[in-house]
């Protein structure tokens, strides 16, 4: 296991989480939107600090914001945790 993955892992889990928080948007869809930027630019960031060292598959789906395909394929792997 890859312990620089653990990030990218969080990043990756938030990510999504925030994008399926259809109560958060309902309710206050300026910060839902602020809270999607932000935790996108942080994983964006993240994948070009981690690209030098990234699988070749867990970097094409991060470049292609296949972001459910990423996060199962550092679960799938022990690379998160």
Known sequence: ?????ATLHTLLRQRLE???DHAFRDRDP???LAEL?????????EH???KPVLPARLNHFL???SLTKALDYL???G???
Do not use: C, K, W, Y
């Open 48 to 50: 070009v600090r981690l």
């Open 1 to 5: 296991m890859n312990p620089e993955f």
């Open 75 to 77: 679960e799938d792997r």
């Open 37 to 45: 930027q932000r935790v996108s630019e942080a994983l964006s960031a």
């Open 30 to 32: 300026a910060a839902h």
């Open 63 to 65: 470049t292609q914001s």
């Open 79 to 81: 690379e998160g945790h």
């Open 18 to 20: 925030t994008i399926a």
